[in-house]
């Protein structure tokens, strides 16, 4: 009876095999690979991880060799930028002090050729130029100061003659006193006067 079993088990395998069609036998293959290719990869993932981590290591050094290149070069690349801009700058600064001195100077002249036909115009018209009336002003100045002084003087010379005249004025005085008495009588005689002719 095994023998029977048997024999319907290999008569159906080999009946199972005639019968597959070739599309079936190429997605076994296809399967079978895959299963094959992910064996290896498991046998080979630690080296490959170590061969990706050393590629990685030395890929750092590269990129941080390549860096400091760079940065070398740029440093040295805006050294020689900085440089020729302080130049420039330094000239256009040269340039721009050199223009500010002409045209200061120009202005000076227009300024000068200006103050010139003013004063030729005024002293046509007659009228008195800068120096003119500075001098007047320093003359009258030195008058004032005289005039002062001579206030000064008759101030003093005032004061002198009345400390003299108190002196004298004692004996002045005594007789102005009386005077006065004699004025009151004669106002009250002319009072009395009016009073009986407003009476009468």
Known sequence: MAKKVLKKKVLRKSATKKSASPAVESAREIWLAGLGAFSVAQQESGRIIEQGSKLFDKLVAEGSKIETKTRKDVEGAVGDLRGGMESRVGDIRQQAEAVRKQATDNWDKLEKIFED???KALTSLGIPSKDDVASLSAKVEKLSNQVNGLEGKVQANKTLAKKAAAKKAPAKKAAA???PVKKAAAK??????KASKKTS
């Open 117 to 119: 036909r003013v004063s």
């Open 177 to 179: 006193k009386k005077a």
């Open 188 to 193: 009250k005689a002319s009072a009395k006067k």
